[in-house]
């Protein structure tokens, strides 16, 4: 424990907690992040991944990780067990990590409640009985579920802050509604029981019970104004969407190079793989328009030619399992119009990508609740594939405006 | 031109001139930098790939490129037709550009004397006799000798102002000396006879007749402090070493991408492939090593690791011509331990990759003159593999602090 | 010209010829086999890529290519100017090669018929208007029509043998229909006016005309039994389908190693990007059928796994022009389980590739019309993806084939 | 147990069987040998990458896996619990694999006997006091030492067959030698005390026991005309050398392609990475100097063109363990002079690639005893870098010669 982080514990110890609920809470990267979190407090892992942990993130007054208490929703039967099996399998989580944490696991798995399955979602196989009856009722019933399980999870857990995560699987795309525009439109399209996506449904419950939501996906999630509205309301932080762990944090490192230099990027092909759940949902074409569009946006904001042929690829590779690599060919000009190449393949486990990025977030969104911080958080902008923020999508620029952010917080802090 | 561009240009015409003297003269750096400079000023070459026609430095007060006139030295014999035929063939010089700029090609080569042969050199073939025979001097001589023919330049070309580009082969690597220590040491090793590199010599002979010197190669240059000393005596801007147009350029903008996400980066090894004289050339150990030693260093101050592995190989691949060709292999550990890749293929030809940047310097040291900036130009240090100025490798820290002084040059020219 | 070929050549000189109808005469790769072909005749091309001017097959008893005609047919307005220019800007004709052979290429123009548009491609615009006054008239008369050309070209251009070379757009996929089971059925298909592909009322023109049939397309051709019936009553030899130049070469030449070595592939995912009209065509769904199934057959009959995932994507990526870029994924299983990795990335000029073979498989053809085979020519089966007379697509057992008919001719014409 | 298996299974069991020595007997690759032979018997590790057990090889009467004995020599103090260790930590062996094996692994252990060290590598750390007192003896005490051996294993083991498999490091390279060139000469050169490398001493030792021998390696082992003459003499198998697992592997799958399509190959250049025990010795210029001769020849033997440019790096990457990759670069002419490209990245397990080449060696050398086969077995070209038979290094080629040998035997064993 470092010196900031026992000012920050709480001298009594029990209420001085806060609690994280991810939703998706046995997808792959909820396993990581269960585990990793125990392994980490137990230094049984290295911090290495962890922005939070690192220079010049790594001195601000977090809570402490030992204490945080973990819980979630869940829409598939089962527990922990098989996908930390499978991702041991795939040499993702260490044999003996798992071992030293079967009781925290065990632990864990009895504090996930049934999640809430999206409408377009109700009807596939695997799904839990409560999850799917969940997923037809009307939106104030969704919500208020929701909402009992968050707060049965607060009062169980004796936090006094809490964090809901959202983890859960792209779900199908929703054009912008007329609903989302204003917090009034929203409600008046609940009471009228219009069915709204799960993600938004989420988010809407964790503002109400006074908790801070992070949307790691590319789902609607806070995104609408309407839920801004609610958020600022009630004075809470928010931020996302979408994790960028892999070849769009590649493309955002890599446009502005091209930019400074005045290179003409003419062509941008990526080709994605994935292996895991992730990469099965994607493959139909309904869920994957999302993440494509988050993908591909970014490259239209940094490279300035109005010419510019991009194409996002998403293919499921099985085996592969959550090993996903990308394949990108990005065809350039220079000067005397010589077409140039850049080729590069990234290779690497996503929920190992992942799970780190989703602690830090949890750690960051955990101090703004703690320094009253409310609405966007403008400074996790490099975390996310289409920050709510808006902004460049440079991941330097967004990397120096989280470092502004570190220092002006130690200022205040000291 | 544009409305800045009229502004610096000179009322009665013919005196307000800079001249650019290019060491290597007929190289295929200096060939494109002749060509590209015409097809700029005529308008058969977009300003792709240059950095000053491009936001943010597009708007400074920048001499027009048609006052400009290009001269130069050269150590083997020929002209223009034979480097510009290779570059046609290979598909980096447009075959119409070179027809169209045929005069001014001729013009060109009338303006190249002889180049000073670096003493580890005398002896190869294809050499001028009087490039041979310079080398052979002693320092005072060779330093006259080339201030003769750098004064001779301006006079016949009217130039107010005069910036010296060192473009010719990587020589044979020099360890730093005590007589490079102090402007005094160097004066006193020139009397004593004492051998120097021949991009020392040049530098200081720059300085002698007053011009800016920018040095694009891994050679010695104006490193040495003594020479250092003398530019800020004489009042002069200069900057340098070594262009930074492909794999370090990927290197740089990458390596602070893994250390923002606290992903370890455990071995990089990257392989480079040239088929130019440079790589031939390069295929010497002796002459190898100053630019392997440039292309490994970045990588240590970026990345924190004390333990990682690097590797840097350049191999001459003569069917490449101009088109280099690397080939890098990053291995990084993620959380949990987790072991990934990144590999990139970057291809592009080098003379294109490069000359426009030779362009943008000459235009850099020509405004640093024309606002009587001396000494290093730290603002510059984007462009270089090994910049003088020292600071970060970080390619887009760099970027930043250029902007930031063209916002500076603007402010202060309105 | 070698011995051999002089044995070949005519006495009295002027009748000894054969004509090579070019279907798509206008295309980058009928370009380039015009173009090609008078280089070689006149020394100005070296004999690189072609197969039949190296070893084992460099000593057969070919027809002297300076004996050889070309015209074709093309359902787009223009002349060789157009493509000529592009593939020169895009650095695979030679400029000097079309300065040299202007005579010619006129002279080739001039010997160009309109085409036949294919049904599904009618109202596209850019075409000749009489190539769409025959995509829609009945077949009966569309092949009158071709028949009428062929005749016209064989006569005005003094052949004895003729081979008609399919090398249109890939066209809209069609099913195997119950009219192409027989030569009676389809004549009957064709007097009841039913419409059929383009491809194969070229091949029954063809047939009728007395000519050699090659198919180098996914098109459908002379692949139905009817035509093949038609092939075999006239005693006329033909091959396809689908030149095989890049990716599907590089696919059937490795995926025999893995299964000697007993290595089991789990994923190959291919991704094919294409910059010339072939991409632009392909870009549509309907036409990019046929080729993605040549493409992906050839891993299934390969490798022995049931459980293969095989992916094959072709996009267009118009900054490519012609020189067409694969990326492939190959993911492998070896002992233990241990999961492993093949990547390639192919990149080369699809006319260049494409050209050479084309040139080779019309010398195969005018061979066999001069040694009187008939029916499919099966030792021509490495140059296609889809060898029609079906056998391994292992490249190196069908290069083996090919060797020994090159045997068994060269002992038979001593 | 197959039918032939059942067949070639001895009727009172104890003494029908092979003694195999390993010779480098807790290298990596041994270390998989073992486990993996156990894990094949006991239905634990599936046939994956065994040539002999897939088609066309599978049928032949091999003696039963469970009738072999492996035993063998190291030179390095410790056991199998370290290499395993590091085996699994790398996910190259699995954990389940490893626990199951433990009294197998044990028993081997009991059987490994210390090595004879290299005179070139005297000195080095970590060795066995005794292989190093060995390594100091002259020649004919090194070989009565190694013969010693032998006849203990074999004696204690009830074989009535021995294979000796050199799997050592790579020695430092040795050029031919006059006491190398006959029988004769050899024994007066160990008459006379003149050191020799062990891994001749071994295959001489291997003879003299009436051994078949296999070479792994790239070391000289029995590839002297004098130990030619010593097989054929006794009427023994054997063959070498330098196993071919993937980079060369690659080259001979590959460069024939080019071959056949007359297309030009003007520089190919090998990336090696290694980060095991193999690729630290290589990393030793006279270590590696073999190695790179044998992966650069095949290139020249199945390139045709005499101005190819070849180059070939092995460098050592730690962080990547038993994982090698290696990154190719292909250049190459087509058509028109255009040139074209072909990389390929291709990334496995070293361990697991080779350890069923081993098995499969020693099954067929096994084979060759057991039918009387004697001198080289030309056959097993496919699995070896430089195979001792000469012949072409064509993989395809030396497949379809081990097919038929295939087809030879099971004719004659019917």
Same mark, same amino acid.
């Given at each position: 424990?470092?010196?900031? +982080?026992?000012?920050?514990?709480?001298?009594?110890?029990?209420?001085?907690? /806060?609690?994280?609920?991810?939703?998706? =809470?046995?997808?792959?990267?909820?396993?990581?992040?269960?585990?990793?979190?125990?392994?980490?407090?137990?230094?049984?892992?290295?911090? /290495?991944?962890?922005?939070? @942990?690192?220079?010049?993130?790594?001195?601000?007054?977090?809570?402490?990780?030992?204490?945080?208490?973990?819980?979630?929703?869940?829409?598939?039967?089962?527990?922990?067990?098989?996908?930390?099996?499978?991702?041991?399998?795939?040499?993702?989580?260490?044999?003996?990590?798992?071992?030293?944490?079967?009781? +925290?696991?065990?632990?864990?798995?009895?504090?996930?409640?049934? =999640?809430?399955?999206?409408?377009?979602?109700?009807?596939?196989?695997?799904?839990?009985? +409560?999850?799917?009856?969940?997923?037809?009722?009307?939106?104030?019933?969704?919500?208020?579920?929701? *909402?009992?399980?968050?707060?049965?999870?607060?009062?169980?857990?004796?936090?006094?802050?809490?964090?809901?995560?959202?983890?859960?699987? /792209?779900?199908?795309?929703?054009?912008?509604?007329?609903?989302?525009?204003?917090?009034?439109?929203?409600?008046?399209?609940?009471?009228?029981?219009?069915?709204?996506?799960?993600?938004?449904?989420?988010?809407?419950?964790?503002?109400?019970?006074?908790?801070?939501?992070?949307?790691f996906t590319?789902?609607?999630?806070?995104?609408?104004?309407? *839920?801004?509205? *609610?958020?600022?309301?009630?004075?809470?932080?928010?931020?996302?969407?979408d994790g960028k762990t892999?070849? /769009?944090?590649?493309?955002?490192?890599? @446009?502005?190079?091209?930019?400074?230099? @005045?290179?003409?990027?003419?062509?941008?092909? =990526?080709?994605?793989?994935?292996?895991?759940?992730?990469?099965?949902?994607?493959?139909?074409?309904?869920?994957?328009?999302?993440?494509?569009?988050?993908?591909?946006?970014?490259?239209?904001?940094?490279?300035?030619?109005?010419?510019?042929?991009?194409?996002?690829?998403?293919?499921?590779?099985?085996?592969?399992?959550?090993?996903?690599?990308?394949?990108?060919?990005?065809?350039?000009?220079?000067?005397?119009?010589?077409?140039?190449?850049?080729?590069?393949?990234?290779?690497?486990?996503?929920?190992?990508?992942a @799970?780190?990025l989703v602690?830090?977030?949890?750690?960051?969104?955990?101090?703004?609740?703690?320094? =009253?911080?409310?609405?966007?958080?403008?400074?996790?902008?490099?975390f996310f594939k289409?920050?709510?923020?808006?902004?460049?999508?440079?991941?330097?620029?967004?990397?120096?405006?989280?470092?502004?952010?570190?220092?002006?917080?130690?200022?205040?802090?000291?």
């Amino acid at each position: 424990m470092s010196e900031s +982080e026992r000012a920050n514990s709480a001298p009594g110890g029990s209420k001085q907690r /806060t609690g994280v609920w991810l939703v998706g =809470g046995r997808g792959a990267i909820s396993t990581c992040v269960v585990y990793g979190w125990h392994g980490l407090t137990q230094g049984l892992v290295p911090s /290495t991944g962890l922005v939070t @942990a690192a220079d010049p993130l790594a001195g601000l007054p977090y809570r402490p990780l030992s204490e945080f208490v973990l819980g979630g929703a869940e829409v598939r039967a089962g527990d922990l067990g098989a996908p930390a099996a499978e991702l041991m399998r795939e040499n993702v989580l260490p044999e003996n990590l798992v071992a030293a944490c079967s009781s +925290e696991a065990a632990a864990y798995d009895a504090r996930v409640a049934p =999640g809430l399955l999206d409408a377009a979602d109700v009807g596939l196989p695997d799904m839990l009985p +409560e999850a799917a009856r969940r997923g037809a009722l009307g939106p104030r019933e969704q919500i208020a579920a929701v *909402l009992d399980d968050l707060r049965r999870f607060q009062a169980e857990s004796e936090c006094d802050r809490l964090v809901v995560v959202y983890l859960a699987s /792209t779900e199908a795309a929703h054009e912008p509604q007329a609903d989302w525009e204003s917090l009034e439109a929203f409600e008046a399209a609940l009471d009228a029981g219009r069915s709204q996506p799960a993600s938004v449904l989420y988010a809407y419950a964790a503002f109400q019970a006074g908790a801070a939501f992070v949307n790691f996906t590319p789902n609607r999630g806070a995104s609408p104004r309407a *839920l801004q509205e *609610l958020a600022l309301e009630r004075g809470l932080p928010h931020c996302g969407n979408d994790g960028k762990t892999g070849e /769009t944090l590649m493309k955002t490192a890599l @446009a502005p190079m091209f930019a400074h230099r @005045a290179l003409k990027v003419l062509s941008w092909a =990526g080709y994605n793989m994935l292996g895991n759940r992730d990469g099965q949902v994607l493959s139909d074409p309904l869920h994957r328009e999302s993440k494509v569009r988050n993908k591909d946006v970014v490259l239209r904001e940094l490279l300035p030619n109005d010419d510019l042929h991009s194409h996002v690829a998403i293919d499921y590779v099985p085996s592969l399992g959550d090993w996903k690599t990308a394949m990108d060919f990005v065809h350039f000009e220079g000067f005397f119009g010589a077409k140039m190449s850049l080729q590069f393949t990234w290779a690497g486990s996503d929920s190992a990508l992942a @799970a780190p990025l989703v602690i830090d977030l949890v750690r960051l969104a955990d101090l703004a609740l703690s320094r =009253g911080e409310s609405g966007l958080l403008a400074h996790t902008a490099s975390f996310f594939k289409s920050p709510l923020s808006g902004g460049t999508h440079d991941f330097h620029a967004q990397s120096a405006a989280l470092a502004s952010y570190a220092k002006r917080v130690l200022a205040e802090s000291r």
